[in-house]
């Protein structure tokens, strides 16, 4: 069976023109799934009956199954997804889950969703990291995290499903497991349905990849699809860097800045965000934080200093808050847009970024690739 979910709309069209239908069914079946949250062929009421029932014996509309969703006291919301799939997972027949965070302020609403099930690049600072990794999501598990989160919020809210006017996720960013740039093709997919006026129609400015700086990737995907850039930065110089965000063995931070300048010219966003988790005593220095003037001075960008979140055996602690304060003034003296990540969802232990830091690991991730391999 084919999985409609897995499409975007020019592949959809396709996939009608390959079974002698007009190329605009795409568009009407992109805006029952997607805008619409309907996956019931028989519901499809402007599709002929013919071709549903065709439809319906030649292809499915799948989506991941919700395991658990919690809401945290401030209004934080995460669901754990099932992503065990009989076609691709391993042999072991243990579950694969990920976690989605929606994050409600008062301008906006964000969800944070993952790429993949665990991370290769080992990231010394990350839970995800530290577990090892699975494997890459499919289009329909990235877009079925979004879909899941709207349907969801928007029921609850009292909405109707029919009723598209009103959009509770305003912004997503790709910041939860996994690094994007490492599964491109199902991400770039997953981002043109987000910007897709007949799914969700997002703007390229609302919709952030975070990379941890994957050069090459970052060069296709200011052409295929330039959303809003985060790069993962969270050390001044090459030696810390190394051990922190080990990817920078193979892509130094030159060679990074110089990349993020090469996005800008694409991108829907004048500025880069740079993410720095604060690690105590590790990169949190007043030295430390003149080092990076120096490191992104050729770059427009506006930093995010990140508390790191504990997690156990990690051998890190979180910076004091005085020195997260000395460290953020001593940013924005030199003219710098600084913002300090508020820590939401404790309850829930929803910290986005390093979403699967609690959740209990049942897949056995031991793999890793070696970076040299990374694309
Ligand atoms: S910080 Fe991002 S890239 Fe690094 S290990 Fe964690 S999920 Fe992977």
Redesign the pocket.
């Known amino acids: 069976m084919i999985n409609l979910f897995n499409y975007n709309q020019l592949q959809l069209a396709d996939y009608f023109a390959s079974i002698g239908e007009k190329p605009f069914r795409a568009k009407q079946l992109m805006r029952w799934m997607h805008h619409f949250g309907v996956y019931d062929f028989t519901q499809m009421t402007d599709i002929a009956k013919s071709l549903r029932e065709k439809l319906a014996v030649d292809t499915e509309i799948t989506l991941p199954n919700v395991q658990l969703e919690q809401v945290s006291n401030d209004g934080t919301r995460k669901w754990l997804i099932d992503v065990n799939n009989k076609v691709t997972d391993d042999k072991n027949g243990v579950a694969n889950s990920i976690e989605t965070v929606f994050i409600p302020e008062d301008d906006r609403g964000t969800l944070c969703i993952s790429s993949q099930v665990g ?1 290769a ?3 010394t600072f ?1 839970s ?2 530290a577990q090892g990794f699975n494997r890459n999501l499919s289009v329909s598990e990235i877009i079925g995290q979004l879909a899941i989160a709207n349907k969801s919020l928007r029921s609850e809210s009292g909405y109707d499903l029919l009723s598209v006017n009103d959009r509770i996720i305003s912004n997503v960013v790709m910041m939860g ?3 994007p740039l490492t599964n491109y093709d199902n991400v770039v997919t997953a981002m043109q349905i987000m910007l897709d006026d007949s799914a969700y129609g997002l703007s390229r400015r609302r919709v952030t990849l975070s990379t ?1 700086g994957v050069v090459p990737a970052m060069d296709r995907l200011k052409e295929d699809c330039p959303v809003a850039l985060a790069v ?1 930065l969270h050390a001044p110089n090459d030696a810390l860097r190394d051990v922190l ?1 080990p990817i920078n063995k193979k892509y130094p931070i030159k060679e990074l800045m110089a990349a993020c300048n090469r996005y800008l010219e694409k991108a829907p966003r004048d500025f880069v965000t740079f993410e720095y988790v604060m690690l105590d005593g590790v990169n949190d220095t007043v030295e430390h934080a003149h080092e990076l003037l120096e490191v992104i001075k050729h770059v427009p960008c506006k930093l995010n200093l990140i508390p790191f979140n504990p997690f156990p055996n990690s051998g890190y602690e979180t910076s004091k808050a005085s020195h997260i304060r000395v460290f953020r003034d001593i940013l924005m003296q030199a003219g710098y847009v600084v913002t300090v990540r508020k820590t939401r969802g404790d309850d829930i232990d929803a910290a986005c ?1 390093q979403l699967a830091g609690k959740v209990l690991d049942k897949t056995k991730r031991t793999k890793t690739i070696p970076i040299e391999a990374v694309a």
């Open positions: 991370c690049l080992a990231c990350c995800t990291g497991m996994g690094e941890s993962s965000v970024g």
